[in-house]
Every structure is written in structure tokens, then in C-alpha cells.
């Protein structure tokens, strides 16, 4: 199954393109270029509306899942890890996938679940000293 992402690279009022994510092609849309992308694809998705940013870190599905998550500019619905609101956690989220390509790792090669626990920390619902723990994988914790 494919995913669309639509993009909209021009204009005042709203924006919207890939900061991480290889797609198969793009495709012509009446708004502006669509991403396609397959079934298990890892994509950053920025939306830019007046001042206010919005960044979508998903993964695309195979097939249908009832717990699927609806993004704006995405059909069909994706498995959404995380998401974060501010300019500034936007810049967080761009350095990290910078800091894991420069050393070799593929973000799309990573679990759901490391992502997942970048929203959390990203998100500020863990106290200082629950951090680490939280970014540590359960298998690695004696």
C-alpha cells in the first residue's frame, strides 16, 4: 500500500514538506508534488501554517491498523511515533536524524519504540533522571 504525503513548498499562508524520507516517486497534485512512499517508510513531515510548526515523525503501513493515526496532508492513515509543536523541538528532531546519518545509521533501520521514547523526552513528560532510562531499550536493563 502506498502513502501520499502532500507537499506544498510555496506560499505565505501554509507549508508543508519531507524533512527525512525517501520516496519511491513524486507525483504531480493539484496543491503541489506528492510524496509516495511504500508500506514501512520512515518520514519526518513538516507543516508550516503562518508562524505556527507542527513536525510528524511516521511510520507508512502495510495494510490497514485500527490504531492508525489520520495526519493532515497524509492519506491513508500512518503509525504516527511522535510529534512535536515548536520551532525549537523541530531543530532537536533535524539535528538528531543529522547526528544518525553522519555516523551511519539509518533512521529508517531504527525501532518504532526508539522514536516513540524521543517523543516522550522530546515532549517533557519525564522528570531529569527518568531520561536516560526512558532512551535505553528494555533489552539492554538487567
Do not use: W
Not at 551511519?104 to 531529569?128: E, I, W
Request: include cysteine; charged fraction near 20%; aromatic fraction near 8%.
Amino acid at each position: 500500500m502506498n502513502t501520499g504525503v502532500q507537499l506544498r513548498l510555496a506560499g505565505d499562508v501554509l507549508r508543508s514538506e519531507l524533512l527525512f524520507g525517501a520516496p519511491q516517486r513524486t507525483v504531480a497534485g493539484q496543491l503541489g508534488p506528492v510524496a509516495l512512499f511504500c508500506g514501512g517508510a520512515l518520514v519526518a513531515y513538516r507543516v508550516r501554517h503562518h508562524r505556527r510548526t507542527r513536525l510528524f515523525v511516521f511510520r507508512t503501513l502495510t495494510g490497514n491498523d485500527q490504531l492508525a493515526t489520520g495526519l493532515p496532508g497524509v492519506h491513508p492513515r500512518v503509525r504516527l511515533l511522535f510529534d512535536v509543536r515548536t520551532a525549537a523541538r523541530v531543530r532537536l528532531v533535524r539535528r538528531l536524524f543529522s547526528y544518525l546519518v553522519q555516523n551511519g545509521r539509518d533512521p529508517g533501520d531504527l525501532p518504532d519504540g526508539f522514536y516513540v521514547r524521543v517523543g516522550v523526552v522530546l515532549g517533557g513528560r519525564l522528570p531529569t533522571h527518568k531520561i536516560l532510562r526512558s532512551l535505553l531499550s528494555s533489552e539492554s536493563t538487567p
